[in-house]
């Protein structure tokens, strides 16, 4: 008896399954496609994974990380180094692309976004990525003459008011 009541109740399940999804797709058969908003998105979220890629955020992600491993490392001496390694090669600097999206579209259009695309992807965005390490290394150094020169002025500045004495 109890076996066809768990038939019986299988049944009605699958009956009342039925019911709701055919009300469902009632007016001809529902289809998956996106509405015109969803492919918006969508087509937004490839061009901000394109620009990410090609304005070199793969790469800059790889370069901190690294930089964290070698940081906790250093700040974490009884562990050993080879786990902050094997840690650091399981992370993908690219698992941080689908958080970027809503980061982006809200300080630039699609059309914007596109127009970057189209700049780091031309001869000139390829080869101004190509010279970022060299440009930020000797950016580095021209700023750290700059400050220095700074300082010394500001120095002279403060003698000169009587302020300190050298």
């Known amino acids: 008896m ?26 001809g058969a529902q289809t998956n496609q996106p509405t015109p908003q969803q492919a918006e998105e969508a087509a937004l979220a490839n061009d901000i994974h394109r620009l990410l890629k090609a304005n070199g955020a793969t790469e800059m992600g790889t370069r901190i990380i690294n930089q964290i491993v070698v940081t906790s490392k250093r700040g974490n001496p009884t562990v050993p180094g080879r786990f902050f390694e094997e840690f650091g090669r399981q992370i ?11 980061v982006y579209a809200r300080h630039f259009t699609h059309d914007e976004i596109r127009q970057m695309i189209a700049f780091y992807e031309s001869p000139v965005g390829v080869k101004m990525m190509s010279q970022m390490d060299a440009l930020g290394e000797e950016t580095m150094l021209a700023d750290s003459q700059w400050s220095d020169a700074l300082a010394q002025k500001l120095a002279a500045a403060m003698q000169a008011k009587g302020y300190i004495r050298t």
């Open 2 to 27: 109890r076996k066809s009541w768990n038939i019986l109740f299988l049944v009605i399940g699958l009956a009342a399954g039925g019911l709701i999804l055919s009300s469902c797709t009632a007016g």
């Open 92 to 102: 993908n600097p690219e698992d941080v692309f689908p958080f970027l999206p809503p």
